[in-house]
């Protein structure tokens, strides 16, 4: 005998693996935005002022995608650009 279908649930449970997944491809995106800026700026140095920032490991805070394009814009000096070909 064939069971009695229950779409609300079957839909729900599609839409949590849904989110969860869209949740690890977030964290996993995150995580190698922070791993391309150690890579930039390994001593961690604050671009604007020049001292060394203290490595906070499990803080919980993440930067948005706005301040993290600033922040990775900044982190490159001026002296590094490449001259533009004519």
Same mark, same amino acid.
């Given at each position: 005998?064939?069971?009695?279908?229950?779409?609300?649930?079957e839909?729900?449970?599609?839409?949590? @693996?849904?989110?969860?997944?869209? @949740? +690890?491809?977030?964290?996993?995106? &995150?995580?190698?935005?922070?791993?391309? +800026?150690?890579?930039?700026?390994?001593? =961690?140095?604050?671009?604007?002022?020049?001292?060394?920032? +203290?490595? !906070? =490991?499990? &803080?919980? /805070?993440?930067?948005? /995608?706005? /301040?993290?394009?600033?922040?990775? !814009?900044?982190?490159?000096?001026?002296?590094?650009? /490449?001259?533009?070909?004519?």
């Amino acid at each position: 005998m064939a069971r009695k279908p229950n779409y609300r649930f079957e839909r729900l449970a599609r839409e949590r @693996a849904k989110a969860a997944k869209k @949740a +690890a491809k977030r964290a996993a995106r &995150t995580k190698a935005k922070e791993d391309k +800026a150690n890579l930039l700026n390994p001593e =961690a140095i604050d671009p604007e002022t020049g001292e060394v920032i +203290a490595a !906070e =490991a499990g &803080t919980g /805070e993440e930067a948005t /995608e706005g /301040e993290a394009d600033t922040a990775e !814009e900044q982190s490159v000096s001026p002296g590094t650009v /490449e001259p533009e070909l004519r």
